[in-house]
């Protein structure tokens, strides 16, 4: 699942006129990237949240055949938040068996990690004796969030510890984390990874790679000079 139904505040004027997730950067749209890289790591049924705008996310990407992936899309009247856009979204995510974990990511990133290394984790929540309810992606914590989100130690996502590191918008999940929450009911994610945490039910990795939380103007810009200049001296190489 790609998450593409936030309103883009911060990114004004710019989503004045059109929903962040088809904001560019090194020619293609934030989400194009996405799908770009999920398709290359095999995850070809992808669901996606909208509501700002959205009929522009539909009309742009369509059904996905050109990215190689077959795309269903779940809109929202209002932006139900991250936890209640999955729970939303829950009958096209779990498959027939309603037990299958699902990967989500957000539109509004950029990160360089192969999404076809997080298989094996796929394959062991399926099975797994300890019953995660997430395994989560954590990354450097960047300039605007020095303080970070959660601590990484042994393999598990913990609330304190000796260093916390900054939650990449990538994780995991299981059906059971949503729960009991009504379909259309805005619910933050946070409070539900808190409680599985000190429940020691979220794994989790440290991923060192490029990754960018493209949330500003700015930080838009960059992240566009950055893949041209990539793109110009792949060009020069060849």
Known sequence: ????AGRGERM???TDTMPKPLLKAGGHALIEHQLISLARAGFTGIVINHAYLGEMIENALGTGERYGVRIRYSPEQVVL???????????????????QPFLV????????????TLLPVFQAMQSDAEQRLAHLVLVDNPPHHAAGDFALEHGRVMLNGSAKLTFSGIGI????LFDGIQPGLPVKLAPLLR?????????GEYFSGRWIDVGTPERLELLDKQ???RAESS???I
């Open 12 to 14: 004004r004027p710019l």
């Open 105 to 116: 990511v957000n539109a509004d990133i950029f990160c360089a990690m192969d999404y076809a």
């Open 195 to 203: 409680q599985a945490m000190q429940a020691g039910q979220v794994s």
């Open 227 to 229: 893949l041209k200049s």
């Open 173 to 176: 999940y299981r059906a059971e």
């Open 235 to 237: 060009a020069g190489s």
């Open 81 to 99: 938040e991250t936890a209640g856009g999955i729970a939303n979204a829950l009958p096209l995510l779990t498959g027939e068996s309603g037990d």
């Open 1 to 4: 699942m790609i998450l593409a």
